[in-house]
């Protein structure tokens, strides 16, 4: 009787502690995202007040001098520009590429997937200073196109593993039953695998947007005053004579995670059935 009794009781613990571990873990990601927006809503005197202030009267004046920046806009353009681009370019060859890894058993397929895997491993700054000589070579230095490439070798790796598990879990029978019917292996390719493959590729363009968007080390290289991105003007609020601006530095901070956060948060169903569905191959 009492194990009958003690049974639901249990229960009830292991629901509890598992709503108080998993709010513990939400509140400590949490946690630097509010401290971030709360000192973007202070201004300087109320930064530096010590003890800090929990309770203020917010203020939007760091947005409006951010907005108000010239570069900000052309900063922010050329994110924009540079990571759909990447994410573009990473899909529109990654995605092929993992159909043919999926698909076509030709020689040596094993050992170019681990090579390609191999790439995603190589930390970026080993390969910083072989691309800017390659595009100073190119005369690519400086331009949009270069960051767009560069993201795009750190991207294409993580797309083609990705998908290439989606590709498999699908049925060749459907493929065969398109070519019975007249259809060439590209127009099967493109009307019937692909649709199928959403959830993938709204997964892939997520993560390939994200790399693509907080990139600093190659866009602070390989980018000048009139082709920098978002994370690189971050930096000019970080020098000057009055030190470290850091109302500036946050608010915009918070208006470069917003458009991602916004994007994730649409296409958050997408992104966790890709992840769950694509990964368990490969």
Not at 68 to 93: E, K, P, Q, Y
């Amino acid at each position: 009787m009492a194990a009958v009794t003690g049974s639901p009781r249990m229960r009830e613990l292991e629901s509890a502690l598992i709503y108080v571990t998993l709010t513990v873990l939400v509140l400590a990601f949490l946690f630097p995202v509010i401290w971030v927006l709360g000192l973007s809503l202070k201004t300087r005197a109320q930064v530096f007040t010590a003890p800090p202030l929990y309770l203020w009267w917010p203020t939007f004046e760091n947005y409006a001098a951010v907005l108000a920046r010239s570069d900000f806009l052309r900063a922010f353009t050329n994110t924009l520009i540079v990571s759909t681009s990447a994410v573009a370019l990473s899909l529109g060859i990654g995605a092929p590429a993992a159909y043919a890894f999926a698909r076509f058993p030709f020689k040596g397929r094993s050992v170019l997937f681990f090579a390609l895997l191999v790439m995603r491993m190589l930390p970026p700054i080993a390969v910083l200073v072989p691309m800017y000589v390659l595009f100073s070579k190119l005369g690519l230095a400086t331009t949009r196109f270069s960051v767009v490439l560069a993201d795009t070798t750190f991207a294409l790796p993580l797309v083609v593993w990705l998908m290439r598990g989606f590709f498999e879990d699908l049925p060749a029978e459907l493929e065969e039953s398109a070519w019975i019917d007249g259809a060439s292996r590209y127009r099967a390719f493109w009307h019937i695998v692909l649709p199928l493959v959403r959830p993938g590729l709204v997964a892939a363009s997520i993560l390939c947007l994200q790399l693509a968007w907080n990139d600093f080390l190659f866009a602070a290289v390989l980018t000048n005053n009139a082709t920098q991105t978002l994370p690189v003007m971050m930096a000019a609020f970080n020098a000057g004579d009055s030190g470290v601006d850091w109302g500036g530095l946050t608010a915009s901070g918070v208006l470069v995670i917003l458009p991602v956060i916004i994007f994730s948060f649409i296409a958050q169903k997408h992104l966790v059935a890709g992840l769950s569905s694509g990964a368990i191959k490969g």
